[in-house]
């Protein structure tokens, strides 16, 4: 490392001179085995960059390289204090917020701070910094990016302490969860900059940043909301002024809970204003509509939710019924019954979503049927999302097993998004029911009309899902892989050899190496559920039999017959050996290591050696074999 440091010398005593003869000899430095002589040469190679924003730069392009990939934190951390930020890196220093240690994570928010101007940074990578830093596990590293990069380098030096300026830089209509979050932060840490935030909000006369400004002062201190609002008339008034913005909107329906709803003649301009003006407005968006029934159903009771969807169910059959003798409908009468029928059924779900018991049940799952029937397909999206919550919300399964062919359909012949939203309830539906055909003990199938080989409902969706795991859509084999992990894991399904075969075929499958989704939820859950039990190590040593015959016999043109043996073996072994007791290596974890490898191999190798197809396919001796 001594060479590297007298090369730094000379550098920084002629910063002019010929720096072509170095460069080879650091970049080859930089490739070293030891990490602090990579993290020495770096200092080097910080000064030979190219100031001009060049992607060809070779020392640029390795110093991003290091910052990236480097194995070595104090080598990552290096190229961080070195790197200079260009359009070319700036990128790179956003990916080292979600570095996996701590240190680096910190490193990349002070210089993010200190030497780049957030007006610099997209608008997306500005909101991936604030998500990543704000929320991280670490208190430490949430600590750094609350003080030194949004207080000290955002707020204070690029914002001169101007908090709707910097609420205006995370584009709040978009991104308002990251930008309430990082705004209710600040105030709460300060109570000056509290009181300078309140001084700046005018109910009446909201814009996008100041609303979520006030949101987020609401949130900090639930008295801020008497001083903005004192009584519920003048609540009401400000949702008045805000009403051709849904945003504004949602943001003040959102705080409704903080204001003192006791004033009667106030809660009932309120209700008026609600359930006459607000929600029947198709203009106003899905989210601000949920926000409008949930301030309705704190006010009110549910009965008076359920009513105002049945007016709007009413309604649409009235609209219906004026046209059914026309013979031609004008394409613009059409698209606002479609309209109508949307809000319809928005309303439905918003009701849905609350607890309590409907007194006219069956007209509101009339409403929601008769949404199928519809060639738009956003409209029958809404109305599987509402027959899925109607039937979630019961206690027993009759109602998910009695519509349980309609998703199957959906699932087999729809649009690609509504036969992954399908697969996705019927997988909620096996979460939360049995999914079972109930009968008595004894009773013969053929006297109560039910015939034998009908299968379940619980084996219908495990059929399907296990179908879709080869369907031609990636996002279709996604949300199977997902589906069956989660019944696994959570025990909702029996656990099988061939069910773990099929997952780790397509987790090896070369087809699916782009599914980025799909691979990550995998890694988890092989490690989690075959450290959860010996039971599910032991499914894993039956089910790699099946894996590997199953390469063994596929044929040439299959992707899967491309699929490395050792590898998948390998990844095996490596499940046989968690165990469900705290990563503790100890001489018994060891032992047991040790005998759970020597088992697999007493048990499973006679089966490798005899079976013809997988010695002649992976050209593997028996003698080979101890």
Known sequence: MEPERVLNALLNIFPGGSQEPLVEKLMSRAKDKVPTVRAATISGLGRLQNPIEDAEDEVASQLVFMMSYDSSPAVRKAALSFTMISTCSVAAFVRRCHDVREDVRKTALRI??????????PIASRVEILRAGLHDRSSAVRKTCLEVLLRD????????GDLIRMISYLDPEIYSNVAIDAARLLVTASEELLMKAVGQINPKELTAETAVLLRACVA?????????????????????????????????????????????????ELERFLLEDLIPNIDAGSECLRSAVSVLRRSSSIDTVERMALNAI?????????????????????????????????????????????????????????????????LRASALQCLSVLCLREKEDDEALRFLPLFVQVCGNDTAE?????????????????????????????????????????????????????????EMRTVAAEGLARLLFCARIEAEPEILSKLLLLFFNPATEDDDLHRQSMSVFFPAFAARSQTNRSLFEEALILTLNAISSAPSVSPIASVDPVEMSLYTFYLLELNDQPLKRTVDSETSSDSQSERYWLTDQPELINEPTTTKRFGVDAQWFP
């Open 418 to 474: 509504l036969r992954l939203m399908a697969m996705k309830c019927m997988v909620d539906f096996l979460m939360a029911f049995r999914m079972e055909d109930r009968s008595s003990e004894g009773e013969n199938p053929e006297e109560n009309g039910n015939d034998s080989t009908t299968p379940s409902g619980k084996a219908l969706i495990l059929s399907l899902l296990l179908d879709n795991l080869l369907h031609s859509d990636s």
């Open 314 to 378: 009413e309604g649409v059959k009235l609209s219906e019924e004026e046209h059914e003798d026309e013979a031609n409908i004008a394409n613009e009468e059409s698209l606002k019954q479609t309209e109508a029928k949307l809000r319809a059924l928005e309303v439905v779900e918003a009701l849905l979503s609350h607890k309590g018991e409907l007194s006219d049940r069956q007209q509101i799952q009339m409403a929601v049927l008769n949404g199928f029937t519809s060639s738009n397909s956003v």
């Open 153 to 160: 380098g955002w707020l204070r030096d690029a914002c001169g």
């Open 112 to 121: 993010l701070a200190n030497r780049v101007h957030p007006q610099s940074l």
């Open 220 to 268: 900090s201190s639930d008295f801020i909301a008497e001083t903005f609002f004192p009584s519920t008339l003048t609540f009401v008034e400000a949702l008045k002024c805000t009403e051709t913005t849904s945003f504004m909107q949602k943001q003040l329906l959102d705080i409704a809970g903080s204001v003192d709803m006791t004033d009667e003649v106030g809660r009932q």
